[in-house]
């Protein structure tokens, strides 16, 4: 059980928007900030976005992060079957004193 | 390009120890680095970490009095000192620096007799 709360799978067809949510409480995202991890299979997560800062060169703007609350969400516009893959929020928690990340959602493009 | 690169992973019994290390090269290390695993099939944790002068650490209650973090600023090198291993600690363990943003390619440690 995460102490964020993801959908466990997502699915759109090329050139959808689509939306990733991401749930949890005051001490973690209420009060902190989120960051958005892709990972393929058999390699290391890469950052995405953090809602406090912009993309890391080199990821597309189609990519975005938002955060109202006690959620966050990822967005992705003009979905391409390459962003098949993987994708965790994670934030700190400041009551566990540490970083806390969702249980991932399996993104499919149809 | 800027890389980080962890050793150390293996097979051990129940009950062992390993010491994973992570290299930084090209990149800033005066950060907070973590560890961060995944067992198979599974998602991410975050394990520990460590504040850029070593004076500050935070751990995973799963694995407070059984792991050590710590860090060599001179070398620009991590380290997780594992003890008292469980079948649960069989993951992938990633280094990774601040917001991890950037991650190592993992090693494997496999706990089992």
């Known amino acids: 059980q995460s102490v964020l709360t993801q959908p466990p799978s997502a699915s759109g067809t090329p050139g959808q928007r689509l939306t990733i949510s991401c749930s949890g409480t005051?001490?973690?995202?209420?009060?902190?900030?989120v960051c958005w991890y892709q990972q393929f299979p058999g390699t290391a997560p890469k950052l995405l976005i953090c809602?406090?800062?912009q993309r890391p060169s080199g990821v597309p703007d189609r990519f975005s992060g938002s955060k109202s609350g006690t959620s966050a969400s990822l967005a992705i516009s003009g979905l391409r079957s390459e962003d098949e893959g993987d994708y965790y929020c994670?934030?700190?928690?400041?009551?566990?004193?540490?970083?806390?990340f969702g249980g991932g959602s399996k993104l499919t493009v149809l | 390009e800027g890389q980080l690169v962890e050793s150390g992973g293996g097979l051990v019994q129940p009950g062992g120890s390993l010491r994973l290390s992570c290299a930084a090269s090209g990149i800033s290390f005066n950060y907070w680095m973590s560890w961060v695993r995944q067992a198979p099939g599974k998602g991410l944790e975050w394990v520990a970490n460590?504040?850029?002068?070593?004076?500050?650490?935070h751990y995973v209650d799963s694995v407070k009095g059984r792991f050590t973090i710590s860090r060599d600023n001179a070398k620009n090198s991590l380290y997780l000192q594992m003890n008292s291993l469980r079948a649960e600690d069989t993951a992938v363990y990633y280094c990774?620096?601040?917001?991890?943003?950037?991650w190592g390619q993992g090693t494997m440690v496999t706990v089992s007799s």
């Open positions: 460590i504040k850029p002068d070593g004076s500050e650490k």
């Open positions: 990774a620096r601040h917001t991890f943003d950037v």
């Open positions: 005051n001490s973690n995202i209420g009060n902190n900030y």
């Open positions: 809602t406090n800062s």
């Open positions: 994670a934030a700190w928690d400041d009551s566990l004193r540490g970083w806390v």
